[in-house]
Nanobody
Framework: QVQLVESGGGSVQSGGSLRLSCVASGYTHSSYCMGWFRQAPGKKREGVAAIDSDGSPVYADSVKGRFTISQDNAKNTLYLQMNSLKPEDTAMYYC??????????????????????RGQGTQVTVSS
């Protein structure tokens, strides 16, 4: 059974930084996608970043240049480094995972709006 456990959320002022972590267990797919999505009250889920098993990242336009996704395979841990935080980044952040997607020609990882596995979330609050 796949388990994803997030940590690292908190409250910061605008312009500050946070690093989220997600420890994964029970995942057996050799080719996978992992990522982060967020959801604020009354707003739609937004895929923030994803990374494939080769380490190639993809980002939402809203966080490009500010957020960095990475993974430590030895520790089964996914990270999201968030810099230059803005009040609009305030949301519950969730770690998510799925087997790699296949286009018919190649494998890829879309932003994690609809991944099958997710953690319980960690709150990020950015004040102005």
């Amino acid at each position: 059974q796949v388990q994803l456990v997030e940590s690292g959320g908190g409250s910061v002022q605008s312009g500050g930084s946070l690093r989220l972590s997600c420890v994964a267990s029970g995942y057996t797919h050799s080719s996978y996608c992992m990522g982060w999505f967020r959801q604020a009250p009354g707003k739609k889920r937004e895929g923030v970043a994803a990374i494939d098993s080769d380490g190639s990242p993809v980002y939402a336009d809203s966080v490009k240049g500010r957020f960095t996704i990475s993974q430590d395979n030895a520790k089964n841990t996914l990270y999201l480094q968030m810099n230059s935080l803005k009040p609009e980044d305030t949301a519950m952040y969730y770690c998510a995972a799925d087997p790699s997607y296949y286009s018919g020609d190649y494998y890829y990882c879309p932003l994690p709006n609809d991944y099958n596995y997710r953690g319980q979330g960690t709150q990020v609050t950015v004040s102005s």
